[in-house]
């Protein structure tokens, strides 16, 4: 079942339709075709689970697929900016490289970006888009913050005689693109699936809040970022994809609720906070939002 209702900005919630009929409030809370744009885009007519959606968590997925839940307009804009970027590329293909494209198997579908010469004179290279948070760009990058000491210390106050310390930018931490390596590899293999060998994978990151005083603390002074992806063995992904969805199936089939997703799939509970779709029927979500209330 897809998204059917808007939260607008006081918490009230509507039927897309009705919302995109007539506001009840005097003015919009965003232009009309940016809410049309948004209802679209949460709503793609895709049967089977998607490579993204295998990727997240099976309870998740099970959720927003079987529920009718509610989104707000405001916090998904993001994903307009995502469908933006990948619709200018795709106009600039010049019928040389490939673009935007469906493929299928047995298990799962996904659209890959861009497969071609895309960034030198070698063929066969696939190239993901991605429009992400400085933050995400920081752990994708392997940067983190380490204190060091200065080598002074505290002449008065309560730290007296104690060392002084100061943040710096290390750039040799482990890369977190476990996600984006997992997607591109499955695109990979259907790619040559279909016969079109992929040579290299790369993931062109355009960062959402460059510019930022927060950007350059988390030591992200591009606006954009090539990232290496590397192979991950067909039978490894192939089995992770395939394990995934024949739970999801099998929750379909029993109308069971899937087990909890993982801690990584849960973004250590902030995805169940603030972010899961379908975390108002999530009873683990539920427990999360109590502990807060009475926190
Ligand atoms: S336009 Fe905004 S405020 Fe009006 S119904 Fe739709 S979501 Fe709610
Ligand atoms: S609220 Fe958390 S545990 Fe529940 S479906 Fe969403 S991500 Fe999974």
């Known amino acids: 079942m897809p998204a059917t209702q808007f939260i607008c900005p006081d918490g009230q919630r509507i039927s897309m339709l009705q919302c995109l009929t007539a506001c009840p409030i005097q ?15 949460v709503n793609r007519p895709i049967a089977e689970p998607t490579v993204t959606e295998l990727i997240a968590g099976v309870r998740e997925t099970y959720l927003k697929k079987t529920t009718s839940y ?9 994903a307009l900016q995502g469908q933006a970027v990948h619709t200018l590329h795709e106009r600039c293909t010049q019928g040389e490289i490939l ?24 063929e066969g290279v696939l190239g993901d888009l991605k429009v992400t948070s400085s933050y995400k760009l920081m752990k994708a990058l392997g940067i983190y913050k380490q204190k060091i000491t200065t080598g002074e210390v505290y002449k008065t106050g309560l730290k007296k005689g104690q060392l002084k310390y100061r943040t710096i930018l290390c750039k040799d931490g482990v890369r977190h693109v476990w996600d984006w390596a997992v997607q591109l590899n499955y695109y990979r293999m259907l790619l040559e699936e279909a016969g079109f060998p992929v040579e290299r994978m790369y993931i062109q990151a355009l960062c959402r809040d460059s510019g930022l005083r927060i950007a350059a603390e988390r030591g992200i002074d591009q606006s954009l970022y090539i990232i290496p992806i590397y192979k991950i063995s067909n039978q490894w992904i192939e089995r992770y994809f395939r394990k995934k969805a024949a739970l999801l199936q099998q929750a379909r ?3 069971r609720l899937p087990p909890i997703c993982s801690s ?3 973004w250590q509970d902030r995805k169940c906070l603030d972010y899961c779709d379908g975390r108002e029927f999530c009873p683990y979500s539920q427990k999360l939002q109590q502990f807060r209330k009475v926190g």
């Open 253 to 255: 089939e029993t109308h």
């Open 99 to 122: 673009s935007e494209i469906r493929l299928k198997d047995q298990i799962t579908s996904g659209q890959f970006d861009l497969y071609g010469k895309i960034l030198d004179t070698q």
């Open 70 to 78: 509610a989104v707000s307009p405001q916090r998904v804009l993001y």
């Open 27 to 41: 003015i919009r809370c965003m232009f009309l075709p940016t809410l049309r744009a948004i209802a679209k885009s």
């Open 264 to 266: 990584r799939e849960r």
